[in-house]
Nanobody, 124 residues
Framework: QVQLVESGGGLVQAGGSLKISCAASGRTFSSYFMGWFRQAPGKEREFVAAMSWIISSTYYADSVKGRFTISRDNAKNTVYLQMNSLSPEDTAVYYC?????????????????WGQGTQVTVSS
């Protein structure tokens, strides 16, 4: 089992920045990818970013590339998502998730563990 707890969400003005965190505990070594997803009201959950615990490769959705940065602190078992140049379209609940496979990093159905989510609201 892997437990994931997100924090750091909040309200920010358009053009602003926010950094959210995901603290992992439990059998974290079983996770291959750590990902961030988001879900806006009335929309499906969508991939935002992911990275491997083992190697430094990072992956981003086109909609956030160049604005968001995923990073990790292995010593703290924590994954971060730095979000810059935020727009109202980024408003959503952001979820951290762990994938124990070595594939399907953009597919939410292939992630095995999920956090409770943190709300990010961007005002215009």
């Amino acid at each position: 089992q892997v437990q994931l707890v997100e924090s750091g969400g909040g309200l920010v003005q358009a053009g602003g920045s926010l950094k959210i965190s995901c603290a992992a505990s439990g059998r974290t070594f079983s996770s291959y990818f750590m990902g961030w997803f988001r879900q806006a009201p009335g929309k499906e959950r969508e991939f935002v970013a992911a990275m491997s615990w083992i190697i430094s490769s990072t992956y981003y959705a086109d909609s956030v590339k160049g604005r968001f940065t995923i990073s990790r602190d292995n010593a703290k078992n924590t994954v971060y998502l730095q979000m810059n140049s935020l727009s109202p379209e980024d408003t959503a609940v952001y979820y951290c998730a762990a994938n124990t496979r070595s594939f399907g990093l953009r597919r939410p159905d292939l992630y095995d563990y999920w956090g409770q989510g943190t709300q990010v609201t961007v005002s215009s």
